[in-house]
């Protein structure tokens, strides 16, 4: 109907991403019987609390220290991709499926005429919503210069993860899923140990999915005094107008982030001033 009347479709595009998003991450989602319970897209959390990820990461650095745990091996895949995950993706803000088509590289950067340009790491990301003008572009690229030693190696553990399991007996889908349970329990965790939450942050943690670190990147990234193509760009909006409609209260930002996108990123969103 908003194609026939010539409307902005935009928003709707949006609202049937995420849903896509959620139901590869749990199918279940959208397998209740009519009338029960449902989680649309206004129940979801747009920011990610920093005491909760604080607790999060916590409770996974403790799982993962090989000091510490005495879990198997694929378990402790399982802690560990769910901890590489919410490492970086408060930074990144790719969606959840981004990550298994995206590779790190190297981009050179030209500082002034006459001067060699210098390398810096990058991470290209295929777009997953490349479709019908949905997206900057097949590819976009995320400038990495601004990340620690210990950083990059997070990425590259958490890249090494994905493909192996890839290779084994497991699918996107159920990788997405093992987190996503994950995440779950830690919410489940966090509120039976702080009952004295009050009903809306209680509420907002129950909601806390992974696709709420795109969220909170953003709220991140507007923090950071990011502007519009800026943001466009980082997390692979066509246009600018969808981030200011949708994503990102800069009052919710709690992390300054080390990454920005490329110059050919930027370029390639529409309605770039």
């Known amino acids: 109907n908003a194609i026939a009347a010539n409307e902005d479709i935009e928003y709707f595009k949006d609202t049937y991403d995420q849903i896509r998003d959620w139901y590869i991450a749990d199918p279940s989602l ?8 449902k989680r649309t897209s206004s129940d979801k959390t747009k920011y990610f ?44 803000g790719l969606r959840q499926v981004e990550w298994f088509g995206a590779a790190p590289s190297t981009y050179l950067i030209s ?28 590819t976009r690229e995320i400038l990495l210069n601004g990340f620690t030693s210990d950083q990059l190696k997070t990425m590259n553990d958490y890249l090494f993860l994905l493909r192996k399991y890839r290779h084994t007996n497991y699918d996107e889908n159920q990788l997405l899923r093992v987190m996503s349970r994950g995440l779950k329990s830690l919410c489940e965790q966090y509120i039976k140990a702080n009952p004295k939450l009050n009903e809306k942050l209680k509420n907002d943690i129950e909601n806390t999915t992974l696709y709420t ?54 370029l390639a969103v529409r309605n770039n001033a």
């Open 30 to 37: 959208v397998k209740k019987p009519l009338g029960s319970e």
């Open 49 to 92: 609390d920093k005491q909760f990820y604080d607790f999060c990461i916590e409770n996974l650095s403790y799982k993962i220290n090989p000091m510490r745990s005495r879990r198997s091996e694929k378990t402790t895949d399982k802690h560990r991709m769910l901890f590489y995950f919410l490492k970086l993706n408060i930074q990144l």
């Open 213 to 266: 670190t795109r969220h909170q990147a953003i709220n991140n990234a507007k923090m950071s005094g990011y502007n519009k193509g800026k943001i466009a760009a980082m997390f692979g909006h066509s246009s600018t107008t969808t981030q200011s409609k949708h994503y990102g209260q800069k009052g919710k930002g709690w992390l300054k982030l080390q990454a920005q996108p490329t110059l050919e990123t930027i």
């Open 111 to 138: 500082k002034s005429i006459g001067n060699p340009p210098s390398p810096s790491p990058s991470l290209i990301i295929e777009n997953a919503k490349n479709t019908n003008g949905r997206a900057n572009g097949d």
